[in-house]
């Protein structure tokens, strides 16, 4: 069985990247292993040894899934990390990523981990929604001028942008309704 801090095998890397598409249409809530097995090519057994358990699955779902929020986290911030390019701006800049179709099924899962970790803080989404809280209050500071991102009206102002961006990312994903 794989162990922490062990090179991964090129078959667990390909059933990941393959059980991440699969949870990234499909979701995580009701995960199961036999129709995941099956649409990865892969069996119940298999993965249970490759990821230690269903949790550990998951867990590894979401961590993968970081990986690709951080990685367009990345792409919104600015150039050169010194000077703010401005909240407002890159409020909008954010929510111009929020809407693309593209980001939908990563966005949903998203939701679905942040919610879980909420309400299963000692499961496999554990401490999910915190990282991501921290990880786009960090990029928001990168707009502001560096000496207000640590001031308490700074992160007051960062999390604001925040709230409202995350509170019209759910009605969007409700709805679709990306005029409104």
Not at 19 to 36: F, V
Not at 60 to 83: H, I, K, M, N, Y
Request: charged letters at 20%; glycine letters at 8%.
């Amino acid at each position: 069985m794989p162990t922490p801090g062990s090179t991964p095998s090129a078959r667990r890397n390909e059933l990941l990247e393959r059980a991440y598409s699969y949870a990234l249409h499909h979701g995580l809530a009701d995960l199961s292993l036999r129709p995941l097995a099956a649409a990865t090519g892969s069996s119940p057994r298999v993965l249970l040894y490759l990821f230690a358990s269903k949790d550990g699955l998951v867990r590894t779902l979401l961590a993968r899934a970081r990986v690709d929020e951080l990685a367009l986290l990345d792409e919104l911030r600015p150039g050169d990390g010194r000077s703010g390019a401005g909240l407002d701006a890159m409020a909008a800049r954010v929510w111009d990523w929020l809407i693309a179709p593209s980001h939908r099924p990563l966005l949903t899962l998203w939701a679905e981990g942040y919610v879980r970790s909420l309400v299963d803080a000692d499961g496999p989404w554990a401490g999910f929604a915190r990282a991501t809280v921290d990880d786009w209050l960090g990029v928001l500071a990168t707009a502001q001028p560096p000496d207000q991102r640590t001031t308490p009206a700074g992160r007051a102002q960062c999390t604001l942008v925040l709230a409202v961006l995350r509170g019209a990312l759910l009605d969007l994903l409700a709805t679709g309704d990306v005029d409104r």
